[in-house]
């Protein structure tokens, strides 16, 4: 019982670590602006970006709010 709870405690935490803090993109205020970071391993910032921009994959460590289309 003990290995299963230490087991989903880990995985749990590396979910949390691989899609960024969370908690950072609550309410609008914290949204990324066009051109910002908004992905990547080893970043904890927030991964959405403002309504005019989409994150927007460049490489495994670095990903940017790139404008949408008109």
Known sequence: M???I???AAALASVVAATGNVA???GTANLRPVYAQCD???Y???NKC???A???YVNDYYSQCYP???
Do not use: E, N, R, S
């Open 2 to 4: 003990k290995f299963t």
């Open 6 to 8: 230490a087991f989903v």
């Open 24 to 26: 950072d993109c609550q």
């Open 40 to 42: 990547g391993l080893q």
């Open 44 to 46: 904890g910032g927030c």
């Open 50 to 52: 403002v309504p005019t």
């Open 54 to 56: 989409t994150c927007t």
């Open 68 to 70: 949408k289309p008109q």
